[in-house]
C-alpha cells in the first residue's frame, strides 16, 4: 500500500527557518510529480510549490524566492526547504505525489497526513 508520511513541521519564529521532508512508501514503480500544499484554518487548500521527475518546478508567488522544492528520486522523498518565515505561512502543509504502484494501471494521486507549521513569536 503506498503511503506518503510527512516530517519536519512544528514551531518557528518569524524569520526561522523549516525543512519539510515527505518519504513516499510501498510497492512504488514510478513518482512523477511531488509536491506541498497548505491549507489555513478557513482558507482553500493552495499549491505552495511542485516538481516533477525531471525537475521542473513551480512555485505560488507568496513563497518565491523564500521556499526552495527538491527531491531525492532514491529514496522516493521531497522536501520543502522553507527560509524567511512569516505569519502568513502558518497552515497545515501537505505531501502530495503523483505514483505509479508496481502492478501496473497507470498514475494514481496520493495525499499525506498533513503537517502543521506555525510561524510565531
Known amino acids: 500500500q503506498v503511503q506518503l508520511v510527512e516530517s519536519g513541521g512544528g514551531l518557528v519564529q518569524p524569520g526561522g527557518s523549516l525543512r519539510l521532508s515527505c518519504a513516499a512508501s510501498?510497492?512504488?514503480?514510478?513518482?512523477?510529480?511531488m509536491g506541498w500544499y497548505r491549507q489555513a484554518p478557513g482558507k482553500q487548500r493552495e499549491l505552495v510549490a511542485a516538481?516533477?521527475?525531471?525537475?521542473?518546478?513551480n512555485y505560488a508567488d507568496s513563497v518565491k524566492g523564500r521556499f526552495t522544492i527538491s527531491r531525492d528520486n532514491a529514496k522516493n522523498t521531497v522536501f520543502l526547504q522553507m527560509n524567511s518565515l512569516k505569519p502568513e505561512d502558518t497552515a497545515v502543509y501537505y505531501c502530495?505525489?503523483?505514483?505509479?504502484?508496481?502492478?501496473?494501471?497507470?498514475?494514481?494521486?496520493?495525499w499525506g497526513q498533513g503537517t502543521q507549521v506555525t510561524v510565531s513569536s
Open positions: 516538481i516533477t521527475l525531471g525537475s521542473s518546478t
Open positions: 510501498g510497492s512504488i514503480f514510478s513518482i512523477y510529480a
Open positions: 502530495n505525489a503523483d505514483i505509479a504502484p508496481m502492478g501496473g494501471g497507470g498514475y494514481y494521486n496520493y
